[in-house]
């Protein structure tokens, strides 16, 4: 069991629930939040070692908490990996230059390629 705690901001319920016990399932302790405001709360109350982010978000976006990081780095406490439907090279882009340390594209990715790229980014 890993002490690793993965904060996952993600307002496709299913989504999050598949993600969710993927990376439970893989022995990480998993925290969710259904949107912008309840995600930014979370991101400051908790010790976590990795944010999956979306990015289309209700209440608060993904690039504005990603721009809240700049403004407030104490706030990033592990690498940041962006969650999009979006296959646009611009706002890859602006994820990265916002903070992201990765990004993947949600229509193109697996689960199990979730808990893989939480490893990856986990053990680097």
């Not at 999009?84 to 882009?93: A, G, K, M, P, Y």
């Amino acid at each position: 069991m890993s002490d690793k705690l993965v904060l996952i901001i993600e307002d496709e319920h299913d989504l999050r629930f598949v993600y969710t016990e993927m990376l439970t399932d893989a022995g990480f302790k998993v925290e969710g939040a259904s949107d912008g405001q309840e995600g930014s709360q979370k991101i400051a109350s908790l010790p976590w070692n990795l944010l999956l982010l979306d990015i289309m978000l209700p209440g608060k976006d993904g690039l504005k908490i990603l721009k809240d990081f700049r403004e407030h780095p104490e706030l990033k406490k592990g690498p940041v990996i962006t969650l999009t439907n979006l296959n646009s090279e611009q706002i890859v882009r602006e994820c990265m230059a916002s903070g992201a340390d990765g990004y993947l594209i949600k229509s193109e990715i697996t689960p199990d390629k979730i808990v893989q790229e939480v490893q990856s980014f986990l053990n680097k």
